[in-house]
């Protein structure tokens, strides 16, 4: 590994600012490539801080089998390609994938109960459809569900979701919480999370597993609580990750939400430079999404507790247990976490053999400090604080619209598994 050349090279594209056509960022001609940085995947970490390079993933695996993902635009391909690195190439065109991807789906028919038809999981849709399709579902199940609202984005949008319950009336059991789309550009997980949702809405009439998870949790569920990022990574940058937050004295834009959590705030795996990717912000919870979110926490850990947290992700595939904070210690329960997690895993992997692996986030990925999973373990009493990376390893966010329905069903499988188990 030629690290002294591979920070040389990262210093260029620091230089670079992605080219812009309209106001929209381009990805045409990027190549997407994933590198095996071995046992120097730590000192490339902190090289990638603050660097305009399209960061993708980071330090996935451990040792010899770390990998780093990352998109390298078309004038600095060939220099990238006389570096002397172990590579894969992912894509030869993150732009024509994000072509692929398929243009924004109309809003579908609704059936004679007032549900949208499943058509909705053929294509990715626009914001203003999603906060629709939320309060469509709502009023099809009218009788056992609330629209919520915890809080607003920095831009103001309404951070909003689904409050569901069974026989005993809504705030009677302990909670079940779900956030979808922390991170922008990570679309799967807004509609694999709207999927969860038709299925409890429509399964509670007939469905023993959906009535039985209803009638013993209160779900609350935020398909997206990070809209403007949402926003902003389907009107300008597909790739955007962070929330659209300003700060005095930088020109840089965006907190990582899932580094602004209180636990562990300010540790490895985030950044205090407001230009890196996982900048955490200056203190826990100055960004209002996550004050918003750990506000919320606290109301439900001090009413009926918090039974299952979930932060959805992508494209690990892997299901993340606390700590990410901490390699070094764990929480009480992890023999059961991971007993719970290897079963769901197995579960997820039945209908289409997509491999998900489980364990303590900062073993099995790498370290995050101040991320949500750890925050409702430590600090809101949650049961089980987990995180789910979404498919997929091979496309990574860029997941052709054909995919989601897939997506959907194998994670469906395995959170039937974990309501009844857990
Ligand atoms: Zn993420």
């Excluded at 004679?112 to 939320?134: E, M």
């Excluded at 509609?191 to 023993?208: A, M, R």
């Excluded at 009638?215 to 809209?227: C, E, I, R, S, T």
């Excluded at 052709?400 to 309501?419: F, H, T």
């Amino acid at each position: 590994m030629k690290l002294i050349t591979f920070i040389w090279f990262i210093a260029i594209l620091e230089t670079t600012a992605l080219a812009s056509l309209n106001g929209s960022v381009r990805f045409e001609g990027f190549k997407v490539y994933r590198i095996e940085t071995g046992d120097y995947a730590a000192d490339l970490s902190s090289t990638f801080e603050d660097l305009a390079v399209v960061e993708l993933s980071r330090n996935h695996g451990h040792g010899s089998l770390a990998t780093i993902d990352i998109a390298v635009p078309p004038e600095y391909v060939a220099a990238f390609d006389t570096l002397d690195l172990n590579v894969t190439i992912l894509s030869k065109d993150l732009g024509a994938d994000i072509a692929t991807e398929g243009p924004l789906g109309s809003y579908p028919e609704l059936d004679d109960h007032g549900l949208p038809s499943l058509s909705w999981f053929d294509s990715y849709h626009a914001y203003g459809d999603h906060v629709r399709y939320w309060a469509d579902l709502q009023a099809a199940f009218v009788n056992n569900s609330e629209l919520i609202q915890v809080g607003s984005s920095f831009e103001g949008r309404a951070i909003q979701g689904i409050h569901l319950w069974g026989i005993s009336g809504k705030n009677s059991k302990p909670a079940v919480i779900f956030n979808g789309n922390v991170h922008a550009r990570e679309w799967i997980t807004s509609i694999v999370v709207e999927y969860l949702l038709y299925q409890l809405v429509t399964g509670y009439k007939n469905d023993t597993t959906v009535q039985a998870a209803l009638d013993n949790y209160d779900f609350y569920v935020l398909p997206v609580v990070n809209p403007d990022g949402f926003v902003y990574s389907q009107t300008t940058n597909r790739l955007w990750r962070k929330n659209r937050q300003t700060r005095d004295n930088t020109t840089a834009v965006g907190t990582d939400i899932n580094r602004n959590w209180s636990v562990g705030f300010g540790g490895g795996g985030s950044s205090s430079n407001p230009g890196s990717e996982t900048f955490s912000g200056y203190r826990p919870g100055d960004a209002p999404e996550t004050a918003a979110l750990m506000e919320f926490a606290q109301t439900l850990a001090t009413d009926k507790g918090i039974k299952l947290y979930i932060d959805w992700h992508s494209y690990a595939q892997v299901i993340l247990l606390s700590y990410g904070y901490t390699c070094d210690s764990f929480p009480p329960n992890i023999d059961r976490q991971i007993s719970l997690a290897s079963e769901t895993a197995a579960r997820i992997a039945q209908p289409y053999n997509t491999t998900f692996e489980y364990g303590p986030g900062c073993l099995v990925l790498y370290q995050s400090s101040g991320n949500g999973r750890d925050y409702m373990t430590d600090a809101a009493g949650a049961e089980f604080g987990w995180g789910i990376e979404l498919r997929s390893t091979s496309y990574g966010f860029v997941l052709p619209a054909n995919q989601i329905l897939p997506s959907s069903i194998e994670i469906w499988e395995g959170m039937k598994y974990l309501w009844t188990n857990m």
